[in-house]
C-alpha cells in the first residue's frame, strides 16, 4: 500500500521519513513566485540525494531520474479529490485535494 507522505505547514520545513526502511530527510520549500513545493531529498545523516524537485500535480517526480541513495520505490502528487487546481501551499498533503505518496517498486508491480 502506498505511503502518504505529510506536507508541513510551514514553507520551510524538514521532515524525517522513513520509506522501504530507509530513513530519509525531507525537506519541502514553498516558492510564493511560482506557487509551488519544492523538495529537497537528502539521506538521514544529510547526505544530498536530490535537491529542486518540484511537486506538481498528477507527476512523479522521481520517475525520470536514476538515485541510487533512492532506488527503492518512487513519488508521485497525486489527486485524491477531482480538482482543476494546480497543487500548492493549501492543497497538498494528507487528506487534501492532491497528497504526495511513495510506492515502492515491488507494490508497483503487484
Same mark, same amino acid.
Given at each position: ?88 501551499? #493549501?492543497?497538498?498533503?494528507? #487528506? ?15
Amino acid at each position: 500500500m502506498p505511503s502518504r507522505i505529510p506536507i508541513p505547514k510551514e514553507s520551510h520545513n524538514t521532515t524525517e521519513i522513513s520509506l522501504s526502511g530507509n530513513g530519509y530527510l525531507f525537506t519541502y520549500r514553498f516558492n510564493s513566485r511560482t506557487g509551488r513545493w519544492k523538495l529537497d531529498i537528502s539521506l538521514s545523516d544529510g547526505t544530498a540525494v536530490v535537491n529542486g524537485l518540484s511537486l506538481i500535480e498528477n507527476f512523479s517526480p522521481t520517475a525520470h531520474l536514476t538515485l541510487g541513495d533512492f532506488s527503492k520505490g518512487m513519488l508521485f502528487v497525486f489527486p485524491s479529490n477531482s480538482t482543476d487546481e494546480v497543487a500548492g501551499r #493549501n492543497n497538498l498533503g494528507v #487528506n487534501k485535494e492532491y497528497e504526495l505518496v511513495y510506492s515502492s517498486y515491488s507494490e508497483l508491480v503487484s
